[in-house]
């Protein structure tokens, strides 16, 4: 995580001269729809007991929506839900008869939802933004007539460019870290991508 926002200071330092002018600075509210994806981090042995194994979450796609809000030069406040359709595996050493193991894995729908507040900082104000964002949230798995809700925060940073003056195109990476997350009972760092179209009003 450290050494992607130190790249990320780095590409705005080299980019800055060939930036241009923002066109947007009379907007106040806009609206982004986003897709990309979240990658669950895998349990380390040991960890993750279910039952009689392990268990996984795998990583999926995200759809969702950002609504924005200019508060400030230089300052948003971002509000977003996404979701993501992804399974869990859950694999298994099953003895019998005491001698011989079987390897078995069973793969259930788990459904997880992702909600978060965030506030975005933008070093220049350029028709290219790089900018670092950071917010907190809950995240909700999904199973079957089951779910839980974990706290979560978000840190991480990105970019946005302006093709014309009313739209944004908006890439990031962040560091998702969800508390107490299903199943593992521990803290755990999650990669979140997001690609996003955003409409400015």
């Known amino acids: 995580m450290k050494k992607t926002l130190l790249a990320l200071c780095l590409m705005v330092f080299i980019a800055y001269p060939l930036l241009g002018d923002q066109p947007d600075g009379d907007y106040r ?25 392990f268990s996984d979450i795998d990583s999926a796609y995200a759809v969702g929506f950002r609504l924005g809000y200019h508060i400030a030069p230089q300052w948003d406040l971002e509000t977003s839900f996404r979701y993501s359709p992804t399974h869990l595996r859950i694999k298994s050493t099953v003895s019998p008869w005491q001698q011989n193991f079987i390897y078995r894995e069973w793969v259930d729908k788990l459904d997880a939802f992702s909600y978060h507040t965030n506030l975005t900082y933008y070093f220049v104000k350029k028709r290219v933004q790089p900018f670092l964002t950071a917010g907190m949230g809950g995240f909700t798995f999904s199973r079957e007539a089951t779910s839980r809700t974990n706290f979560a925060v978000n840190l991480g940073g990105g970019v946005k460019f302006h093709p014309k003056k009313r739209l944004r195109i908006s890439f990031d990476i962040k560091d998702l870290i969800i508390f107490n997350q299903y199943l593992f009972e521990q803290t755990r760092n999650n990669l979140s991508l997001t690609l996003a179209a955003e409409f400015l009003f």
């Open 29 to 53: 509210l806009y609206l982004a729809i986003i897709t990309g994806g979240t990658f669950f981090s895998s349990p380390a042995s040991g960890d993750g007991y279910h039952i009689l194994g």
